[in-house]
């Protein structure tokens, strides 16, 4: 069956993502990460990666409207969560346990989708795949992401979603980070060289040409 997106898909994305820009707008001031407008990069990104391994314009706007809830589910923690501080209440990198637990967002928002759309999202192609990549963006080939899938459960739209979340996400300045690690040749190497094995290899080398050319890149460093 195709993926055919429809009105309620889309009146529902768009309230979930309206609720997300509420929850960005309830934490500390001068956070740097807005999930709101890192899940627009993020669908932006998949559409523009979509077109550039020969989807059509259709598919590639499903891809974009399956992608942009894809972190849902983090508005099912406390918003205290999110914005890690040492314990002289200097922001920092959050302790591995931590990154963990907050990786759930990924199984709450599934949890989300499925209170409201009940029994179609077994059956309706578009939601199925809106699942597959709210379930799964953070897992990796080499079995080593959250729920530890192998690469042969990872679809071809996940490991997609898996590079451009991921590239955003690197791409944000964070108060652990230097300028230097985010530029997109350092996200690139990250993805490529440090982090190898964790992505689909194929559909990095066609994310290459899209992160490390401005007019083609939508995944805008900073403007979170
Ligand atoms: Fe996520
Ligand atoms: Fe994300």
Same mark, same amino acid.
């Given at each position: 069956?195709?993926?055919?997106?429809?009105?309620?898909?889309?009146? $529902?994305?768009?309230?979930?993502?309206?609720?997300?820009?509420?929850?960005?707008?309830?934490?500390?001031?001068g956070?740097?990460?807005? $999930?709101?407008?890192?899940? %627009?990069?993020?669908?932006?990104g998949?559409?523009?990666?979509?077109?550039?391994?020969?989807?059509?314009?259709t598919?590639? #706007?499903? !891809?974009?409207?399956?992608?942009?809830p894809?972190?849902?589910?983090?508005?099912?923690?406390?918003?205290?969560?999110?914005?890690?501080?040492?314990?002289?209440?200097?922001?920092?990198?959050?302790?591995?346990?931590?990154?963990?637990?907050?990786?759930?967002?990924?199984?709450?928002?599934?949890?989300?989708?499925?209170?409201?759309?009940?029994? #179609?999202?077994?059956?309706?192609? $578009?939601?199925? !795949?809106?699942?597959?990549?709210? %379930?799964?963006?953070?897992?990796? !080939?080499?079995?080593?992401?959250?729920?530890?899938?192998?690469? #042969?459960?990872? *679809? %071809?739209?996940?490991?997609?979603?898996?590079?451009?979340?991921?590239? #955003?996400?690197? *791409?944000?300045?964070?108060?652990?980070?230097?300028? *230097?690690?985010?530029?997109?040749?350092?996200?690139?190497?990250?993805?490529?060289?440090?982090?190898?094995? %964790?992505?689909?290899?194929?559909?990095?080398?066609?994310?290459?040409?899209?992160?490390?050319?401005?007019?083609?890149?939508?995944? *805008?460093?900073?403007?979170?």
């Amino acid at each position: 069956m195709p993926v055919v997106l429809k009105d309620h898909h889309k009146k $529902f994305i768009e309230r979930m993502i309206t609720d997300l820009e509420g929850y960005d707008n309830k934490r500390p001031k001068g956070h740097v990460y807005r $999930f709101h407008k890192h899940s %627009q990069r993020v669908a932006e990104g998949m559409k523009n990666l979509a077109i550039a391994m020969g989807h059509d314009e259709t598919m590639a #706007d499903a !891809l974009y409207w399956a992608t942009l809830p894809h972190d849902i589910g983090k508005m099912d923690f406390p918003v205290e969560i999110w914005d890690y501080k040492d314990a002289n209440g200097v922001p920092t990198k959050p302790p591995k346990e931590l990154k963990h637990k907050r990786r759930a967002h990924t199984t709450r928002g599934v949890e989300m989708v499925r209170a409201y759309f009940g029994e #179609d999202c077994d059956s309706d192609p $578009f939601l199925k !795949l809106m699942i597959d990549i709210m %379930q799964n963006h953070h897992e990796t !080939l080499d079995g080593k992401g959250y729920l530890g899938k192998t690469a #042969d459960q990872l *679809s %071809q739209e996940v490991r997609m979603a898996c590079i451009v979340d991921a590239a #955003d996400g690197w *791409s944000i300045i964070r108060p652990h980070k230097d300028v *230097s690690e985010v530029t997109p040749k350092a996200v690139y190497h990250k993805m490529s060289v440090t982090n190898v094995g %964790q992505f689909d290899t194929d559909i990095l080398s066609v994310f290459k040409e899209i992160i490390l050319c401005p007019s083609k890149r939508s995944l *805008s460093l900073q403007s979170s």
